[in-house]
């Protein structure tokens, strides 16, 4: 079989319900296990086998050993363990906090922001935390990829889905590349409240999430540009340290906040997420204004609450109550994914969110090529 890359295109190709979703997984991970017998590429069917896996972060139920949840699962529980073995389905286990995938038309707009800046031709990009490889599967042809996977069956399937490319299956804490790397870094980074141990690039012990916004920007070479999709804990947070570590390199070319549910359909998550995207600062370049807006500790401002209808109050970054017309949806408080009275974003109907998306991301990034600050 002579090795291809997947054309993944913008339409979601997981299947919906969460029974199909792991009926797709178990088959694409019984076919990584052929493929890895037979030592062969997979052919084009395989590969469209393989592109239904979407992780575990929107089944955990399959991993669950209580009697009532096995009475429904427990066909899928025993499959998994007779595939992986005890070790592999722990592994495995630990991967739902965070295995969330992207959108392929959400991915498709953020290439087109960073091919708009000015992303040239032969560049390498930085994927962290590839997964699968969405962003890897909708690159510019002129692209080459370096996608960095630390949960191992996710890492084989982009393997068999772009053999073209450089998938690495490690954590990103490791030290494999010096900084100034990259023209470029773009991804869906993991979110959690726990913080890798990276001495060279997390010594201040930020958040997953943070720490690969920041390493990633320390990757980059000064000049290029890191687009990433990260929870709105990133923005949100009370306490500013972490966002100082992260514009301590960048500046903020541009914030876009998604609505409540925008990855439903592909992740199965409906945790409220931001599109960010940074410059990696020139040596010796002041920060921009947008960017210590950004930098500065939440503040509050009004929202609608989801039961009542009243108005009440909520914490935002300074940025987002600057440019409310960036945040695509309406402000309410209500139960979310992560706190009982979580900032939610009420969609706004009749135009595609990836489209929604557009209108604010083309002007953001013709400001910036208008101010010198495209990629270089």
Same mark, same amino acid.
Not at 183 to 195: D, H, L, Q, R, S
Not at 309 to 317: D, P, S, V
């Given at each position: 079989v002579e090795a291809q890359d997947f054309l993944l295109g913008t339409e979601v190709?997981?299947?919906?319900?969460?029974?199909?979703?792991?009926?797709?997984?178990?088959?694409?991970?019984?076919?990584?296990?052929?493929l890895e017998q037979q030592q062969r590429?997979?052919?084009?069917?395989?590969?469209?086998?393989?592109?239904?896996?979407?992780?575990?972060?929107?089944?955990?139920?399959?991993?669950?050993?209580?009697?009532?949840?096995?009475?429904?699962?427990?066909? *899928?529980?025993? *499959?998994?363990?007779?595939?992986?073995?005890?070790?592999?389905?722990?592994?495995?286990?630990?991967?739902?906090?965070?295995?969330?995938?992207?959108?392929?038309?959400?991915?498709?707009?953020?290439?087109?922001?960073?091919?708009?800046?000015?992303?040239?031709?032969?560049?390498?990009?930085? *994927?962290?935390?590839?997964?699968?490889?969405?962003?890897?599967?909708?690159?510019?042809?002129s692209v080459r990829m370096v996608g960095v996977e630390i949960e191992p069956i996710s890492a084989k399937i982009a393997h068999y889905l772009y053999p073209s490319q450089q998938i690495r299956n490690h954590g990103f804490e490791r030290n494999f590349a010096? *900084?100034?790397?990259?023209?470029?870094?773009?991804?869906?980074?993991?979110?959690?409240?726990?913080?890798p141990v990276d001495p060279i690039h997390n010594a201040d012990g930020l958040s997953?999430?943070?720490?690969?916004?920041?390493?990633?920007?320390?990757?980059?070479?000064?000049?290029?540009?890191?687009?990433?999709?990260?929870?709105?804990?990133?923005?949100?947070?009370?306490r500013a340290d972490e966002r100082a570590a992260i514009v301590a390199k960048g500046d903020l070319i541009g914030a876009v906040r998604l609505p409540t549910g925008a990855f439903e359909r592909q992740a199965g998550t409906d945790v409220v997420t931001d599109v960010l995207i940074f410059r990696r600062r020139d040596d010796g370049a002041e920060p921009t204004d947008d960017t210590l807006e950004w930098a500065q500790p939440a503040v509050q401002v009004e929202a609608v609450d989801a039961k009542t209808?009243? %108005?009440?109050? %909520?914490?935002?970054?300074p940025y987002f109550a600057k440019y409310p017309e960036r945040v695509l949806g309406t402000l309410t408080v209500g139960n979310g994914m992560y706190?009982?009275?979580?900032?939610?974003?009420?969609? %706004?109907?009749?135009?595609?969110?990836?489209?929604?998306?557009?209108?604010?991301?083309?002007?953001?990034?013709?400001?910036?090529?208008?101010?010198?600050?495209?990629?270089?």
């Open positions: 190709l997981v299947p919906s319900g969460a029974k199909a979703r792991a009926r797709a997984n178990i088959a694409a991970l019984r076919l990584v296990q052929h590429p997979a052919t084009a069917d395989e590969q469209a086998v393989l592109a239904q896996w979407s992780g575990w972060g929107a089944i955990p139920e399959v991993f669950d050993n209580r009697a009532r949840i096995l009475a429904q699962w427990g066909d *899928e529980h025993a *499959e998994l363990r007779d595939l992986l073995g005890d070790k592999g389905f722990a592994q495995a286990r630990q991967t739902t906090l965070n295995a969330h995938y992207t959108d392929p038309a959400i991915v498709s707009e953020l290439w087109r922001a960073v091919q708009r800046a000015g992303l040239p031709e032969g560049a390498v990009v930085l *994927e962290p935390g590839c997964g699968a490889g969405h962003f890897v599967g909708t690159a510019p042809g010096p *900084e100034d790397t990259f023209t470029a870094a773009i991804g869906n980074v993991p979110f959690g409240k726990f913080a997953i999430h943070n720490h690969f916004i920041a390493k990633s920007l320390a990757l980059t070479a000064p000049g290029g540009y890191v687009a990433v999709v990260t929870s709105m804990f990133t923005s949100d947070a009370r209808g009243e %108005t009440t109050h %909520t914490w935002i970054n706190a009982g009275s979580s900032l939610r974003v009420a969609p %706004t109907t009749g135009r595609p969110l990836a489209e929604q998306l557009r209108t604010q991301l083309d002007p953001l990034i013709d400001q910036a090529l208008g101010r010198g600050l495209g990629i270089t």
